[in-house]
């Protein structure tokens, strides 16, 4: 499989467009050129201040971003099958939050464009990601790596085609509704990216980490022992990503903000899109006017804890937005009307896959029922002539955003992936799991080595993939996540 690396501005390119014409010396042209440049230097360096973590405040001199946003409300308008849990046993009955699609559009000032889409969703396929991407790259021409679009997780929303289908003891009838479903969502979820497109006006864009500490590593504790414990353990990263954006009269337009976590805390038959739905409603009251776009950060082995009762996510949801809150209350940082955006698509590899004989002699053995439908998918495609594959395609994307550095990972994202990521770009950096494709859980290989959970070790059921992942796959993600980062400004 070849890996394909799309930028929408290759690196060097802002360089070499401003390089001399090739023959070798500068002209008088040129020279007058720099001299104007360094004079801008002189005068944006004047109009620069170091903030508390020694990263320049820059003071822009005019508003040369443009940005644009979009909210739609995607709460499915008859019952659909609830994603994220393979116990429910019928769909959703009522809501309790609407679930809302929405889309921020910003563009620099050389007019380069990219869209950030957040959705109160367990998640997309990447067959459906690449469809909703392929239409807008045909409607706005703006190309995948311009575009990064991520599911909150939240697992009160409703299943989507192709996701975690296999844990779902859904029948024909219901897997057509939720098919339905789907195609009415990608329909709306263009729009609603062409809107905030529409939506463009001058503004400023901010950026800061904010910190709340209500993620427990679930992998290291208990939830049955956790009111017994006085030490919580195991790896956390409590950053609250925050990106504002302002109009020209300073009217907050958006907030962009995340936080790495599980949405888990409700598990019944009701619509809502769980802590991050409750975060999104208090900011927009704290700041009318204001859309709040939440993206879920590397929270695969991070749960709310305790759970399970609606006061109990609109606690963590006011947590959460407080955390925003602060951020917006104190200096941020504004950022250079600058962006970058670089996308690519690397293999993942997996263990071999199975043949006929073992898939049929696996579900006769297997005893959980998800395990059974993985069994019978595999000998299904196996029968109509398909070849499982060894690789998986996973999407790898970083943006810069004047100083902002954002990587987009797909898939179920552990939190070691954010530590490990801040370790080598910097601890400002925002990290998105659960973007532009929620396959399996993405382990460390000391995670994957250790054999981390039954999550990891059934996430290939779940996600309909052939095999677990070989050992290896944190080098290729964070190798090319170091290649797409190395932008040249
Ligand atoms: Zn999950």
Not at 6 to 13: L, R
Not at 203 to 231: I, P, W, Y
Request: hydrophobic letters at 40%; a negative charge.
């Amino acid at each position: 499989m070849v890996s394909i690396v799309m930028y929408d501005n290759p690196p060097g390119a802002w360089l070499k467009g401003r390089q001399s014409t090739g023959k070798g010396h500068i002209s008088s042209q040129e020279r007058r050129i720099i001299c104007v440049t360094c004079l801008l230097l002189v005068v944006m360096c004047c109009s620069a201040k170091t903030g508390g973590d020694g990263r320049q405040f820059f003071t822009s001199p005019d508003l040369a971003w443009k940005a644009g946003v979009a909210a739609t409300v995607i709460t499915p308008q008859e019952p659909v099958w609830m994603g994220g849990y393979s116990s429910r046993t019928y769909p959703a009955e009522r809501k309790v939050l609407d679930l809302w699609a929405k889309a921020l559009y910003l563009e620099d000032a050389r007019k380069r464009g990219s869209l950030i889409i957040t959705c109160d969703l367990v998640g997309l396929s990447k067959t459906v990601s690449d469809r909703i991407k392929d239409e807008l790259l045909e409607k706005t021409g703006l190309s995948k790596a311009q575009i990064i679009l991520n599911c909150s997780h939240t697992h009160s929303g409703p299943v989507t085609s192709g996701n975690l289908i296999n844990i779902y003891p859904i029948d024909s009838e219901n897997l057509a509704v939720v098919d339905q479903y789907t195609e009415w969502l990608c329909e709306q979820l263009v729009a609603l990216a062409v809107k905030a497109m529409q939506n463009a006006e001058p503004a400023k864009v901010f950026s800061r980490n904010g910190t709340v500490r209500f993620q427990v590593n679930r992998r290291k504790n208990m939830e049955s022992e956790l009111t017994n414990l006085t030490e919580l353990k195991g790896a956390n990263d409590y950053s609250v990503p925050v990106l504002k954006v302002e109009d020209k009269q300073g009217n907050i337009k958006a907030i962009v903000f995340g936080y790495a976590c599980h949405p888990t805390v409700l598990n019944g038959y009701e619509w809502c899109g769980d802590y991050p739905g409750f975060a999104q409603v208090e900011l927009e009251k704290l700041y009318p006017g204001a859309t709040a776009l939440f993206f879920q950060g590397a929270g695969a082995d991070q749960n709310p804890l305790p759970r399970r009762s609606i006061p109990l996510a609109k606690q963590y949801g006011k947590e959460l937005a407080a955390a925003v809150e602060r951020v917006i209350d104190e200096p941020m940082w504004e950022l250079q009307p600058r962006l970058e955006t670089a996308y690519s698509e690397i293999p993942l590899e997996m263990e071999n896959p199975p043949g006929e004989a073992e898939l049929v002699k696996l579900k006769e053995e297997y005893t959980v029922d998800y395990y059974i439908r993985w069994a019978e998918s595999m000998l299904a495609k196996l029968r109509r002539g398909e070849k499982l594959p060894s690789a998986y395609t996973y999407p790898v994307q970083v943006w810069q955003l004047g100083d902002q550095t954002i990587v987009a990972l797909g898939g179920e994202l552990m939190i070691s992936y954010a530590l490990r990521l801040k370790e080598l770009l910097g601890e400002n950096i925002f990290v998105m799991g659960y973007s532009n494709d929620v396959t399996g859980y993405i382990p460390s290989d000391a995670e994957l080595a250790t054999k981390w959970g039954e999550e990891i070790e059934s996430s290939h059921f779940e996600f309909d993939l052939p095999a677990k992942w070989k050992p290896g796959l944190e080098k290729v993600i964070l190798d090319e996540v170091i290649t797409l980062s190395k932008f040249n400004f």
